[in-house]
């Protein structure tokens, strides 16, 4: 099958190799062989072909990714997928598994698979899986969120996108930083009702009231714990700030040591309720909810917002089932697989 390898450490020219001629993975019992028809790209790959995380913990060769979008080829007779059906994933393949969903096939546990509905393209479903979900599981524990105040720290991002349009569609207020080109993107698409251009505005002083909860994308606590409410919750999804000049098994002694202060000082009552956001894969988990009927959105945006890919990995769309899921930057078909805006994960 063609598949997009990783062969090594480093720059995506030197260690990802288009293969034509790789094995095709074998379904198990209970698993579900897809055709995958659009992959996403996340931080995470390129923290795995960094090295940013213990070259040992890591099956080299291996084909990256987690997210996929395709078409059910083979499923069990008792399987509630069938032939043909349209399915969106995220596999939870993950450093040690080689088997990742930059492929033509992959064969995921069934339990992991949810339906990609109608009116959702393969590609804007691949962008979903790991955001959407990570947005989900961040925001989950303060829900409801109606009437609530929230502050999303990277809201023009893969998963902050999500957080800001599923906090607004439970009615909270919310707030979220970005850079100066996304300002209209994150308000008027995605419907926050404020944007904090974080290269223009002082965080502590745009901000305003305090927050019940923050969403914090962009590694700023401690720093913000000052922007919530006694009572607020703190949901820290990114470790960029305790992964700078850090690698190896000094990341993960950094991420960790920063979790157990951070959950220690929570315990005491020095700083708010704090969740570190570990990414569960269960479909359930947000996935499903992602695209429930019961979420309420603004109206569908038909603005095409290009960030960090070419098209045709943007948009925003408003599906059958009435929610709006906006898909940005992690959804690219098979071999585009690094940032093109010189970025760095
Ligand atoms: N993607 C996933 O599925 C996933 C899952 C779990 C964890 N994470 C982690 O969550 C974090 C965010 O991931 P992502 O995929 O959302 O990243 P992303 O797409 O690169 O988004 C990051 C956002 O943060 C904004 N930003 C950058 N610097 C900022 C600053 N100093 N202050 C305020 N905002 C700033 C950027 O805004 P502008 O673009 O406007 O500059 C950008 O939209 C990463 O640490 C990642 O490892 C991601």
Known sequence: MRAVVLTGFGEPKKCLKYREDHPKP????????VAVKATGVNPAECHIRNAKLPKAMITIPQILGCDLAGVVLEADPTSKFKVGDRVVSCTGQFLRDPWGTYAEYVSVREALVAPLPAA????????????????WQALAPSMPLGGKRVLVLGGAGGVGHFAVQIAKTQGAYVAATCSTRNTDFVTRELGADRAIDYTQEKLETAAGEPYDVIVDLV????????????????????????????QGWGLVLGVVARMMRLKLASALG???????????VAPDKGLIQASAPALS???????????TLPPPA???????????????????????VSRTDGGSW
Do not use: N
Request: proline share 9%.
């Open 26 to 33: 074998v379904r198990k019992p209970g698993e579900v062989l």
């Open 120 to 135: 959702v393209s393969f590609v804007e479903g691949a962008a979903l899986p790991i955001a959407g979900m990570t947005a």
């Open 219 to 246: 590694g700023a606590e401690p720093y913000v714990w000052g922007l919530l409410r006694k009572r607020g919750r703190l949901a820290a999804v990114s470790f960029d700030q305790t992964m700078q000049g850090r």
């Open 270 to 280: 020095l700083c708010p309720q704090y969740d570190s956001v570990v990414q569960d």
């Open 297 to 307: 959105c603004p109206p569908p945006s038909t603005h095409t917002h290009t960030h």
């Open 314 to 336: 943007s948009g925003v769309f408003w599906g059958p089932v009435g929610v709006v899921l906006g898909c940005r930057d992690r959804a690219v078909p098979y071999v585009s």
